[in-house]
């Protein structure tokens, strides 16, 4: 009964086509996030298992030096990196392991901030179930079920794994006339035309030629010039630089 | 207004922007950044004008990720380690115990009860232990706690860099055990449910034999001292466990993922607590438990006197309001 009288929360957005993970912040801002799937994980976690077992190998050999007081810090040390290793990454260098890092991924909560002490000890305590019943099989399920490839420790943290935004190069903008349109656009359109001019030199010729074409008619152009149409209104709705 | 205009106008901020950012996110030269959050505020609203006004892919994704670091450095959870550690141990640890007595009864049921239990099966039908434990496992224990060897198991005159190896033992072996019954709680508390009954049917089992087989004396005076945190950190982490376990079987009112994730975030606390148990006991385990010098009745005292100051601790400790906050 509740749920009928509440407003749907985000009416006007529609959900987005890919496996984006939209979060609100308190300023009203829907920021996307993007989920890294089971693949690129279990590499990230293969890296970070190899460097560990490399880590431990030195710090075995120095110790096997040290008699009795090595063995002893032997087993601390191997309780240190079998158990602390992720949780610290993840804390201190801004929720990257050496093999997220790697991979491009970091892990962050629900809401984009960044994971704290208490979650990441928590998603890494729980790896012990997510790798039941063998070889990560809980893990790779739930991770492979679920909307945004949570695995149960993420599940229980309330936290995310998401690839890392890398800095954008400014397009160039291919020359043209700057021009009008011959309608009045709407956002959407307007945001398309002004994508393909953004992307164009990601196309073959041949390519941007095909996609220009479909607009030729409403555009009132002849097809072969449409690419230059479309540029020039980009350029238009850019404006002057 | 045109795309070109705004990113002109607004430049120079943005550039001012993202070198707080990198300074925040280097966390150094922190001290000139009075105006962030102001600034962050006003990043958003150009990012949402950009993307009401339709201008550019470019700008509107270069917006948008400046304003997911802006956010990541505004709602990061920063606070001092030292004095929460303080708050945690005199107070919010045991506070947290009696807040969760229901679980915490629960789990120290099953293991203290499958602990007597088996021990007093095992001392009243002797044969029993060799059903429950392996005949060489039963052996070494023998070998272990053997009175006429006279001390535990390990060279007559132990070096200090001997009780280093069994301390390093120890932590690891039982915080790797109660990290264990933990994590397994989110099988529907199954998992927890089985490693304390399992447990405590291993300790029981042991006890009970070389109780009866007249080792009773080494056995006891050696593990009464750490008994008390090691025995009762397993129960509460069994307690965490069941208690992830109970929030999938129980939701109430809440989604089971979000019950889930309410009731994780107290049991990881409770773990935090059981980690610093179990760091105690091992101390106490390779440096007080192992020492042959002391006679038993010391050894009986000093441990019952631990037993009661656990019992004290996780009963009273942050009663008072004014407890260091």
Sequence with gaps: MLESTALPRKATLSPPLDTRFQVETPEGIDLPLRPAGLMVRALAFAIDLGLRGLILGLLFIVLAFLGKLGAGLGSILLFGVSWWYMVLFEVLNQGRSPGKQWMGLRVVQDDGTPIGWSASLLRNLLRVVDL?????????????LHPNFKRLGDLAAGTLVIYRERPLARPQ????????????????????????AERQHELSEARALE????????????????VTHLNGIARGLLGPT | MKQSLFENRHKAQWTQFALMLDRL??????????GFPREYRQLCQHLALARERGYSSFLVDSLQQQVLRGHQQLYRHRSRLGPRIAAFILADFPRLVREQWRFVLAASLMFFGSLIGFACLVYLFPDLIYNLIPAEQVSQMQGMYDPVAGHLG?????????DWVMFGFYIMHNIGI??????????FGLGSA???????LMIGAVAGHLTQIGYGQTFWSFVIGHGAF??????????????????????????????LRVAARKSVLLICGVMLFLLIAAFIEAYWSSMTGPAPITKYLVGAALWVLVALYLLLAGRTRHAPE
Excluded at chain 1, 173 to 196: M, S, Y
Excluded at chain 1, 213 to 218: D, G, R
């Design chain 2, 25 to 34: 996110e280097r966390g150094k030269g922190t001290s000139r950044l009075d």
């Design chain 2, 154 to 162: 390990r060279s007559a005159e132990r070096a200090a860099s001997e």
């Design chain 2, 194 to 200: 089985f490693f304390l009954f399992f447990n405590g």
């Design chain 2, 230 to 259: 090691e025995l009762s950190a397993i129960a509460l982490a069994g307690a965490a466990g069941l208690q992830l376990g109970w929030a999938l079987v129980a939701p109430g009112r809440l989604r089971r993922a979000e019950a």
């Design chain 1, 132 to 144: 039941l019943p063998f070889g990560y099989c809980l893990g790779a399920l739930s991770c492979l």
């Design chain 1, 173 to 196: 903008l291919p020359e043209a006339e700057p021009q009008r349109a011959a309608f009045p656009l709407t956002l959407p359109e307007q945001r398309a035309i002004l994508g393909f």
């Design chain 1, 211 to 226: 996609v220009a074409s479909i607009l030729a008619q409403p555009l009132q152009v002849p097809a072969p010039r449409a």
């Design chain 2, 178 to 187: 109660a990290f264990q019954t933990f994590a397994s709680g989110l099988l």
